[in-house]
């Protein structure tokens, strides 16, 4: 399939028409608009600092089915300890300002831009885009953000400065959208440390069909910084 050049026009192409890597679209722009519509065919943006916006929907597609949520017994340990405060939409500036400067090795860059950052702030200021912050004392040692869109929550990134502070924030995330009816969450891309938590690879039409059933439900729109505040 010939990959789609986007213009101002509000629309994407059928995310079936994307070539061999996923790649379906490029241009466009990053509009709260552009960016639900996105999300809600199964589209997300992931380009480079220098390139143009580029638009996937990769096959296979990576998710984790909230209740297949594996948790390590190391891990559990450290969550009894209660080493760690979780909260919600608290400081979603400096989570994503934490993604966008971790080091990530192999990785010459960062693709959170100046123009991603101030985009996702949108968003997160109209109820869709949520961060999850993990304190030690009262330090930011880690965290993560993503989109809330149905009962799908859709991770875009992570970083962490202390070890197993982001795994903590994740787990924790986990088990609150599952009180809260969530039944897919989006990992975009298979990556070692997600497969770990129970996280698959499915087909794209899969993925499309379940996404289209958890677009019936409402999104959980809004603050959710009454969610919690405790140590994990």
């Not at 690879?201 to 729109?221: M, P, Q, V, W, Y």
């Amino acid at each position: 399939m010939s990959v789609v050049f986007l213009n101002k026009k509000l629309h994407f192409p059928p995310p079936e028409q994307a070539n061999e890597d996923g790649l379906l679209a490029i241009g466009g722009d990053l509009s709260p608009s552009r960016l639900l519509l996105a999300y809600s065919k199964g589209i997300f943006p992931w380009f480079n600092e220098y390139d143009p916006i580029l638009w996937w929907s990769p096959n296979p597609r990576f998710v984790l089915y909230p209740e297949d949520l594996k948790v390590s017994r190391s891990m559990r340990n450290i969550l009894n300890r209660k080493k760690f405060r979780v909260t919600y939409d608290e400081d979603f500036q400096s989570v994503i300002k934490g993604c966008k400067e971790v080091y990530r090795e192999g990785q010459g860059g960062t693709w959170i831009t100046d123009e991603v950052e101030g985009a996702y702030y949108k968003l997160h200021r109209l109820g869709f885009a949520h961060s999850v912050e993990v304190w030690e004392a009262d330090e930011l040692v880690g965290g993560l953000y993503g989109v809330s869109l149905g009962s799908c929550f859709f991770g875009e990134s992570m970083f962490t400065k202390a070890s197993n502070a982001s795994k903590a924030g994740f787990i924790t995330l986990v088990a609150d959208l599952i009180e809260r009816g969530c039944t897919m969450i989006d990992c975009q891309l298979h990556t070692h440390h997600l497969e770990r938590f129970g996280a698959i690879d499915i087909s794209r039409e899969h993925f499309l069909e379940e996404l289209g059933r958890s677009l019936n439900a409402n999104t959980l729109k809004g603050s959710w910084s009454s969610w919690r505040s405790s140590k994990v």
